[in-house]
């Protein structure tokens, strides 16, 4: 059963910074990639980064050069760290992986960012 739990969310003050992190089992998880998405209240979820098996990423414009994700193989964990963060940034992170041809998601993490 494939499993994916998200961490670290919480409240930040414009400009300042959160990791969250995505524990993966039930997947041999160095061979899949992972993705993060986002969804803010009455807006549609929005896809906001990937990482691959090799280790390549990419990035929604809007979060190039503030967000970065990784990826450790070992503990089957996926991160996603957010720095310069916006009031716009505000919205329940998702942890994705498509698996045995669907998509699995976590719970969900909140992330508000207001002052």
């Known amino acids: 059963q494939v499993r994916l739990v998200e961490s670290g969310g919480g409240l930040v003050q414009p400009g300042g910074s959160l990791r969250l992190s995505c524990a993966a089992s039930g997947i041999n998880f160095r061979l899949y990639a992972m993705g993060w998405y986002r969804q803010a209240p009455g807006e549609a979820r929005e896809w906001v980064a990937s990482?691959?098996?090799?280790?390549?990423?990419n990035y929604l414009d809007s979060v190039k050069d503030r967000f970065t994700v990784s990826r450790n193989n070992v503990r089957s964990t996926v991160s996603l760290q957010m720095n310069s963060l916006k009031p716009e940034d505000t919205a329940v992170y998702y942890c994705n992986t498509r698996a045995y041809t669907r998509d699995f998601w976590g719970q969900g993490t909140q992330v508000t960012v207001s002052s």
């Open positions: 990482i691959f098996s090799n280790g390549s990423t």
